[in-house]
């Protein structure tokens, strides 16, 4: 399974690769769990934040949130609604699209909740 990623900038020095894609290959049949610890989001892809606290929104891509990625989280959190394998996520040519939007320094348990929440 093909796997395109992209995320946003962070600032502005940041803006000079933007959307700062990236195309990886995962076994096929993995779930949202499975594909993100393999994918080791949100650390080596996602930028280091100083101050140590960044939250994001990994979105499929449709927009349809996923998961929230902490800096200060060891690991992704799957949304509790995300169920099945990655690959229903994959459009017409078979990849899945994937983006983690920038929540710059909220709170990632408040972000998680209120998501989770619907």
């Known amino acids: 399974?093909?796997?395109?990623?992209?995320?946003?900038?962070?600032?502005?020095?940041?803006?000079a690769d933007a959307p700062h894609a990236a195309a990886l290959a995962l076994p096929?049949?993995?779930?949202?769990?499975?594909?993100?610890a393999a994918l080791g989001l949100p650390r080596p892809?996602?930028?280091?934040i100083g101050g140590g606290r960044a939250s994001?929104?990994?979105?499929?891509?449709?927009?349809?949130?996923?998961?929230?990625?902490?800096?200060?989280?060891?690991?992704a959190r799957p949304l509790p609604g995300v169920r099945g394998p990655l690959a229903r996520l994959a459009g017409p040519e078979g990849d899945?699209?994937?983006?983690?939007?920038?929540?710059?320094?909220?709170?990632?348990?408040?972000?998680y909740d209120r998501l989770a929440a619907g």
Request: overall charge negative.
């Open 96 to 111: 899945v699209r994937l983006h983690a939007e920038y929540q710059r320094q909220l709170d990632p348990d408040a972000e």
């Open 56 to 75: 994001w929104i990994l979105r499929s891509g449709d927009g349809t949130p996923l998961a929230v990625l902490a800096q200060q989280w060891p690991r």
């Open 45 to 48: 892809y996602l930028p280091l």
């Open 1 to 15: 399974m093909r796997i395109h990623l992209t995320r946003d900038s962070v600032a502005a020095g940041d803006d």
């Open 28 to 36: 096929d049949g993995l779930d949202l769990p499975e594909a993100l």
